[in-house]
């Protein structure tokens, strides 16, 4: 169980974080402050293994209050909470380990709490020569050593058991609804939200008896892979312990929020093979998948503005252009990057690609803006 202490100035959105973290588990909450100070006060007692931090508050920020906070908690990892997005260079100059904006969502939560689960399984393997098998009183298995499922969502809907086994489905709806309430990130859903995502072209009746079938499979299914427990109900609502999952969407969130290294775009690249449930091709999962799209582009951008490796930023560049073949910035970047490094051969090729994507597709002129 990870251990947390909450910073923030204002009472309801420490009240929102704790209530967060209860419904993502794991995590038991030793205080929440409304000032630096009174948490500092109690440092000999709280022993923390996370710090949420909020940035603006009164009596000092968190940025620069990260510093003392580290000294007196030497083994608490930082995760800043905060409504503004500008601190967020800063805020990894404070070695912190995720940014979170206000309203946090619940996701890029469980992503800041993976990321806090893997730094601390590396430092548990360097001082131990091994895996970390128990807790801080030495007595339980810590959370990130439990053995999980492991689900791919990014291009086509993938779920392996615990022993890298291929679990396969009784129907597609059955698979659907796994991924439905794992999309819901552990929040309980209506029935009736499940119905009219799933089965909007049937009737009640039918979509309701279609509905308890595909339940029944679906808790049958993990029943059988060792999860007998991994759906809960209760007063008309469904819901998944999320915390039974290891997902490439939650990796690539981790990615985006805290990633700035070189190897950071490399995971990046590797991971984001295809969209969200591109495969699939849900209807309800749309608007997932193009935020998603969205973040990867803009880190994809940022990154390949600033990168020192000429492999890296070219790959960077054509990933770009796949994922949006008609934004012209990016044919024009990259034919500046290969006509810079002397690769005249590959500019060219870049340019016709260019050329055909505008004239031959959508029937533009276009220009060649680095050959003027």
């Given at each position: ?33 409304s ?70 969502a ?34 339980q298995?810590?959370?990130?050593s ?36 794992w ?78 290294r070189?190897?950071?775009?490399e ?11 591109e ?15 969205g973040?990867?582009m ?22 770009l ?52």
């Open positions: 169980m990870v251990r947390a202490i909450l910073i923030d100035d204002e009472e309801i959105a420490l009240d929102v974080m704790e209530i967060l973290l209860q419904e993502v588990g794991g995590v038991t909450v030793l205080g929440k402050f000032l630096v100070s009174d948490a500092l006060a109690q440092a000999d007692e709280l022993l923390p293994d996370l710090i949420f931090l909020d940035i603006e508050m009164p009596e000092t920020s968190g940025l620069a209050a990260a510093a003392k906070l580290q000294e007196r908690f030497p083994d608490a990892d930082i995760v800043y909470v905060t409504a503004h997005s500008q601190y967020a260079v800063d805020a990894f100059d404070t070695k912190a380990i995720g940014y979170l904006l206000k309203p946090v619940k996701p890029r939560l469980v992503a800041a709490l993976e990321r806090h689960a893997e730094l601390r399984e590396k430092a548990a393997r360097r001082a131990g020569g091994g895996s970390s098998t128990s807790g801080r009183d030495g007595a298995p810590s959370e990130s439990r053995r999980t499922l492991s689900l791919k969502l990014l291009e086509s809907v993938e779920l392996y058991d615990a022993d890298g086994r291929l679990i396969t489905w009784r129907t597609k709806k059955t698979k659907e609804m796994f991924v439905y309430l999309h819901h990130g552990g929040t309980p859903v209506y029935r009736y939200r499940i119905l009219e995502h799933l089965w909007p072209e049937l009737d009640a009746e039918r979509a309701q008896a279609l509905f308890h079938t595909t339940m029944y499979y679906v808790r049958n299914t993990l029943k059988s892979a060792g999860y007998p427990e991994m759906i809960g109900s209760g007063d008309e609502r469904y819901w998944m312990r999320t915390d039974e999952v290891a997902c490439d969407v939650t990796r690539l969130e981790a990615l985006i929020g805290t990633g700035r070189a190897s950071d775009a995971a990046l690249l590797s991971l984001y093979r295809g969209d969200y449930c495969t699939e091709n849900y209807g309800w999962a749309n608007s997932r998948r193009y935020e998603l799209r973040a990867v803009r880190h994809l951008e940022l990154w390949a503005e600033h990168a020192a490796d000429d492999s890296l930023k070219e790959r960077m560049l054509r990933k252009i796949e994922l949006n073949p008609y934004e012209e910035k990016y044919y024009d970047r990259l034919v500046l990057h290969l006509t810079f490094r002397g690769d005249s051969s590959a500019a060219d090729k870049v340019f016709r690609h260019k050329e055909t994507a505008f004239r031959a597709d959508l029937g533009l002129p276009i220009a060649d803006n680095n050959r003027e």
